[in-house]
C-alpha cells in the first residue's frame, strides 16, 4: 500500500508543480499585454489553471500527509521538506492573490519581475527532492 501512496503522491505534486510553472508565465504575458481580448483571453487561461491546479494540490497534500502520519516517516530532512511545503502553499495562494489583482486590472510589477517570480517554485522543488532522496540530516 506504502508504494501505491507514495507513487500517487509524486503524480499529483508533479502535476501541481507543473501548474505552478505555467501560472507565473502566463502572469509575464499579462504583464506586457495591452490589447483588451487577449488579456481576457490569458486571465481565462489563469483562472481555469489556477482552479486545475488548487484541484491537484489537495490530493498531493492528502497522500503526502498520509505517508507521513500512516507510515511514520520521520527526520531532521522531513521537517525541512515540511517548512518547503509551507512555503509552497504560500507560494501557490500568492499566485491566486496576484490572478486576483490582474483581474482588478491592479497589477503594479513588471513582467521582469514575473520572470524571477517564476523561478521560485524549480528552486523549491530541486531542495524539496534533495531533501526527500538524499535525506542529508
Known sequence: MYLWIK??????????FAGLFYLPRIFVNLAQETNPAVLERLLGMGRRLYRFTTMLMIPALLLG???WLGFGIKGGWLHAKLALVILVIGYHHACGSLLKKFERGANTRS???????????????????????????
Open 7 to 16: 507513487a500517487f503522491h509524486i503524480v499529483f505534486i508533479a502535476s501541481w
Open 65 to 67: 500527509l498520509w505517508l
Open 111 to 137: 513582467h521582469k519581475w514575473f520572470r524571477v517570480f517564476n523561478e521560485v517554485p524549480v528552486l523549491l522543488l530541486i531542495a524539496i527532492v534533495i531533501l526527500v532522496v538524499v535525506k542529508p540530516f
